[in-house]
């Protein structure tokens, strides 16, 4: 069983966020885009935020006694990465695992802010920005951190009734910190993030819920070790019909993570997978597919690159096989969930770790075809009456990570939730073209599915 603990509602009158906080969705569904005003902001407070995160790492000046004994970022990195499980650091949050989670969540959100989403554009599905400019442009220019790498997953899903064509889409970036902030934050991070779903072939490929064998080391497929198809199909599928196409989201990671391993060779690392929905998943098996391949042992398990992911708002990836040979390869996976978003529900929404076995002694046989969360879980509670999709939301969950509030100070709002969701997905697909019927009603069954759970 994944670890828990609940953070209370922030200070606003049922949610977190009042509706000028709360970034708007967008006409795909569950994924929100900032406007431009509350992308300003958000800007500011990353640039604030990630500045303070890494100078936080350094004994202040004037406390010349107590440096060599007061905690700081670089001395604890390894246990705020999760090298013990995150004991005695979730509850309560600690401050540098609670800085170091928000530090990570702004780099997805950068994600969002650079994604063009203009169908005129140039840039459409793209990046907007170069890999130089991309954390300048978003207000992360401070970071520290130089983005080396733009990566690209190709759904391999076609919609009948729709002319979108099945190319890759930017998907996240690899980022390095620099030589200065490699020294104030205790070693060299590698930095790989994800964005969630937005486009109507990953939308598809989420809900491709059959589980299937990874075989992702060639030396040894492991049969029982199975994930989520559409998943799986975003992480290995490639433009294969043109010769010069992309290749998939997995070589051209597999390629990156391993040059910079080979270029920062010697130097103390760490391997930091961040993503949001569907890119929680690619952050996951990612972490899996650098472990099984062994890219991060360097000859003995204290010398082992820590591989961690974090992971905001993601569904559940694999089988029991899965989550078991993840813990077994020293993957570590922190989990930030709503405890109102139905994402975090998915797949599994029966078959999952609470229904393999009865009674805590009889395991069913089909336990092998059950889905099961990997990691620590920290579990957040907000709903927006006026936006209910901000459930879903990263900003939301971002900022309730910034200024928790205590539960008795917040009244609770005993309206189901999943209604609320479902009249507000169905009024805004009935402003759109009546060919999305077929879409209006599987969503309508997919939230009718969750008022029970």
Known sequence: MASKILMPNPCVTHVAYSASMVPRSHSSGQVCLPNKSTAETTA????????????????????????????????MWREVHGCNNWEGLVEPLHPFLRQEIIRYGEFVTACYQAFDLDPSSKRY?????????????????????????YIYATPDVSIPIQNEPSCGRWIGYVAVSSDDAARRLGRRDIVITFRGTVTNPEWIANFMSSLTPAKLDPNNPRPDVKVESG?????????????????????????????????????????????????????????????????????????????????????????????????????????????NDPITKLPGVFLNESFRVLGGRYEFPWSCSCYAHVGVEIVLDFFNMQNPSCVHDLGSYISLLRCPKKGDEVQKDEENIF???????????AQNSTNMEPLRN????????????
């Not at 991309?134 to 992360?140: D, S, Y």
């Not at 209604?419 to 697909?429: D, K, P, T, V």
């Open 231 to 339: 998943f799986l199909s975003l992480y290995t599928s490639n433009e294969s019909d043109d010769k010069f196409g992309l290749k998939s989201c997995r070589e051209q990671l597999l390629s990156e993570v391993s040059r910079l391993l080979n270029l920062y060779k010697g130097e103390e690392l760490s391997i930091s997978l961040a993503g949001h929905s569907m890119g929680s998943s690619l952050a996951l098996l990612l972490a899996y597919d650098i472990a099984e391949l062994g890219l991060n042992r360097l000859g003995a398990p204290d010398l082992d690159i820590p591989v961690t992911v974090f992971s905001f708002g993601g569904p559940r990836v694999g089988n029991l096989g899965f989550k078991e040979r993840c813990e077994e390869l020293g993957v570590k996976v922190l989990r930030i969930v709503n405890v």
């Open 125 to 149: 599905l793209t990046c907007k920005y170069g890999k130089k400019s991309l954390l300048r442009e978003v207000g992360m220019g401070n970071s520290s951190y130089e983005v080396t790498k």
């Open 442 to 453: 599987a969503a309508s069954n997919f939230v009718n599915l969750f008022q029970n759970v």
């Open 419 to 429: 209604i609320r969701a479902r009249e507000s997905i169905l009024s805004s697909w």
């Open 44 to 75: 500011s407070i990353s640039l604030s935020l990630v500045s303070s995160s890494l100078t936080s790492a350094m004994p202040a000046k004037s406390d010349k006694t107590n440096s060599a004994t007061t905690p700081t970022l670089a001395r």
